[in-house]
């Protein structure tokens, strides 16, 4: 049996990687795992949405999001991967910053589990005679959860202190602390590793002289967390800095990711180790004319699909027998992975509840071949009546050519032809009714054969109307959950 390494870094976008954005980020470490020890898997998409409803589906191989939402690990279902690994007489570890998966029990089931505390809302130590300060205006960032009177971003920055040098971040932090426990357990196999880096997710607070490099000319307040809304709160130079932020902090996971990954080098275990280093999703900057990966604001009315540069993660697997610096065009999910891993690892385990998930372990060995012939990323719904509450987030339904979003922006079926407009920039669902139909089958027969209920069926089967209703989602976004 082979150790399993597994690095997930939340927020971290695919065209972060190899220059593929138009605005590049500085990524050497990932870009050269990439072209020289793993394979990429192109076509890796969320499948629940957000945080806890992506670990949830990667950790128990069963897809979440027709039938529950953000909770706890333990309610989702019987499956948990570190014990089923544990089981077979794996050592099982878990290091995290990510604030949400202690809350959710995902610890529990771990041998060990360890928690750098601080990130987003955490607070572990009250300094109230220390006052919170204003980072940025009220008007240009998410305005709930509130503590006395201050958003998010500024009890962020004052629960830690202001930090200005990279040692002090969260994912130094986070990688130094992976780093001494390789060192520490390297020769105890098998081990399962978990390191969980909440970076880059907001709020963007890499030390400033990292920012200016993206953006050296602005002046005004530095603009570190999204609104969550319009896109048009900012001016075209707020909203470059809001990018800078956001560039500065991928960069700055870039290089703690790397600091682990060369410390496999340095205690020479590749051959008896599988690495998976992923994203859970990434971040509207601008596109789609919104800021952030959900609607929370009032002023926007939106329903809001999980776009290409939300959905579109990425996913790279190294180790083993696993072709170097080789480049897989296959739709994957994060539910495969658990399946796949077991896989490559020569691991046989007796999940209490089936996998919903589908090994792709051949593909990666062999370098070439198809998975999946689609992929859908979804937030689940709730309702009082068989409408998609205003403003949610819709699913968004990926093949190897078409993008389609049942519920578009404006409640009606959008299509994009994603092999010529990755980012789902031009809309042309009028002009192909056709392919809309097919592809909102294809949407409905996913949905049948992972046993959505009646219930949640009825808010998709028929292309939208425009309709609008209330009711609620993705729990850790919404007003009352906050």
């Known amino acids: 049996m082979k150790n399993i390494i597994v690095i997930i870094t939340d927020t971290f976008r695919y065209d972060n990687l190899r220059d593929l954005a138009k605005r590049p980020i500085r990524t050497p470490e990932l870009d050269k795992f ?167 997710h907001e709020p963007w607070d890499p030390p400033e002289y990292m920012v ?22 900012y001016t075209a130079e707020e909203l470059q800095n809001l990018w800078a932020h956001y560039a500065a902090e991928s960069e700055l996971v870039d290089r703690a990711i790397g600091r682990i990954l060369q410390k496999i080098n340095d205690l020479e275990i590749w051959n008896d180790t599988i690495v998976i280093v992923m994203s859970d999703h990434g971040m509207s900057i601008g596109e789609h004319e919104r800021t952030g990966k959900s609607n929370i604001t009032d002023e926007d009315i939106r329903y809001w699909p999980i776009y290409p540069e939300i959905g579109h993660a990425i996913l790279m697997v190294a180790g083993g027998e696993i072709p170097s610096g080789n480049r897989l065009e296959a739709i994957a999910q994060p539910i495969d992975l658990l399946p796949t891993l077991c896989d490559l690892a020569n691991l046989e385990i007796n999940p209490p509840k089936p996998f919903d998930g589908i090994s792709f372990a051949e ?98 089967q028929k292309p939208s109307k425009n309709q609008v209703a209330g009711g609620s989602w993705a729990i850790d976004y919404s007003k009352d959950n906050s």
């Open 34 to 200: 990439a072209a020289e020890r793993a394979t990429s898997i192109e076509k890796f998409y969320m499948g629940s949405f957000p945080t806890i409803p992506h670990r949830t589906d990667f950790a128990t191989g069963v897809l979440g999001w027709p039938h529950y939402g953000w909770q706890p690990i333990d309610v989702s279902g019987p499956n948990h991967i570190a014990k089923l690994i544990g089981q077979a007489g794996y050592a099982t570890q878990l290091i995290v910053d990510c604030p949400h998966l202690f809350n959710s029990r995902f610890q529990h089931d771990f041998d060990a589990a360890f928690q750098h505390r601080g990130q987003e809302g955490d607070k572990p130590l009250l300094h109230l005679n220390d006052p919170i300060k204003t980072v940025i205006p009220t008007t240009k960032t998410r305005t709930h959860p509130m503590f006395r009177g201050h958003p998010l971003v500024d009890t962020h920055r004052w629960t830690n202190r202001y930090y200005r040098c990279e040692a002090d971040t969260f994912s130094a932090k986070t990688s130094a602390t992976t780093i001494q426990w390789l060192e520490e357990n390297s020769q105890s196999n098998p081990f399962f590793l978990w390191v969980d880096f909440f970076d880059p």
């Open 363 to 460: 593909n990666l060995l062999q370098g070439k071949g198809k998975h999946r012939d689609h992929a859908v990323s979804g937030c689940n719904l709730k309702s009082p009546d068989s409408t998609p509450p205003r403003r949610s987030t819709t699913p968004f339904l990926v093949t190897d050519q078409w993008g389609y979003a049942p519920v578009g922006a404006y409640g009606k079926p959008e299509l994009y032809e994603l092999s010529v407009d990755p980012l789902a920039t031009n809309d042309i669902a009028d002009q192909n009714e056709l392919i809309v139909n097919e592809l909102h089958s294809l949407f409905i027969s996913h949905l049948m054969q992972h046993q959505a209920s009646e219930e949640f069926l009825s808010f998709w």
């Open 212 to 233: 200016r490099r993206y953006d050296r000319h602005y002046d005004g307040p530095p603009m570190m967390h999204p609104n969550y809304g319009p896109s048009s709160a």
